[in-house]
């Protein structure tokens, strides 16, 4: 069979649709070529962006995925061309597609939709810290097509569905600024001199070197409670931004010089204590 013949073979045959082996070979290349060219030319327009400074790194990560939905929309219809579907007939595919949405694709076209919105309103981008409702937290590294990849601070990739996002409560800790302020409880014990802790505690904030201590952004105390055991403090700290991707860290950062300050000027951490009292029986003796 000479390449002529197998270009022309018939490949499927239903009714009066005719599948040639060309036509499959040909819409094949026509998807292969359409994600080829929807490469390049992201990669030519995040050059030509950075180097003109047209746009910032963000417009240019939201311009580049809708020019990616683009090319695939029109590469799609120019491959269902190639397989011989008239451009009258893709009105029967667009319904056919409209019932597949209605009994099985909805929450595929939802999340779509959901990430689209996440690009438009830019809610959330690339490189941000986010919280989810469910306690998650982690670096936006990509926003995709049916899911935004969320990385954690265990370096655990995590895809979570567009429109859980859209939905959902998500705290974006670097939505506006990058810069954060952080609250670390602590506490002492009863009897311990207050002006001596809020002493220690902001030189253990002083010691720790992602501490910022600009105008407006200095460590403070503040005094929080009565405990069952203790006097209730929390020391609030604003610190740089690589910083506030890594709160755990952070936290521990803290808590660590809390205590060296306090070993140096004697503060008592408490620990939980009972009183008993014993009652005697006189009448027996």
Do not use: C
């Amino acid at each position: 069979m000479t390449f002529s013949e197998l270009f022309n073979h018939v490949l499927i045959k239903v009714g009066d649709f005719t599948l040639l082996v060309g036509e499959a070979l040909s819409f094949l290349a026509v998807l292969l070529a359409t994600f080829i060219i929807s490469k390049i030319l992201r990669r030519a327009f995040n050059r030509l962006a950075s180097r003109q400074g047209m746009v910032t790194h963000t417009s240019a990560y939201v311009i580049g995925r809708i020019i990616h939905y683009l090319v695939l929309f029109v590469g799609f219809l120019i491959a269902l061309m190639a397989l011989g579907v008239k451009m009258t007939e893709l009105a029967l595919v667009a319904s056919a597609l409209g019932v597949g949405i209605g009994l099985g694709l909805q929450s595929l076209v939802n999340n779509f939709v959901s990430g689209l919105m996440i690009l438009l309103e830019k809610s959330l981008k690339v490189g941000d810290f986010i919280e989810i409702d469910n306690g998650l937290v982690g670096e936006v590294k990509e926003i995709q097509m049916r899911a935004t990849l969320i990385r954690t601070n265990d370096n655990v990739d995590i895809l979570i569905p567009n429109a859980v996002l859209t939905a959902g409560m998500v705290t974006n800790w670097t939505l506006a600024d990058n810069v954060r302020r952080f609250r670390i409880p602590f506490s002492v014990a009863y009897g311990s001199d207050k002006e001596m802790v809020r002493k220690a505690a902001l030189e253990a904030a002083a010691n720790v070197e992602y501490t910022l201590q600009e105008a407006g952004k200095e460590p403070l105390v503040w005094m929080t409670g009565f405990g069952d055991s203790s006097l209730n403090f929390t020391l609030g700290v604003w610190v740089q931004p690589d910083q506030v991707k890594r709160p755990t860290s952070l936290m521990s950062d803290y808590l660590w010089a809390i205590d060296d300050a306090f070993r140096k000027y004697n503060i008592e951490i408490p620990f939980p204590q009972r009183d008993l009292h014993i009652r005697t029986d006189l009448t027996k003796q």
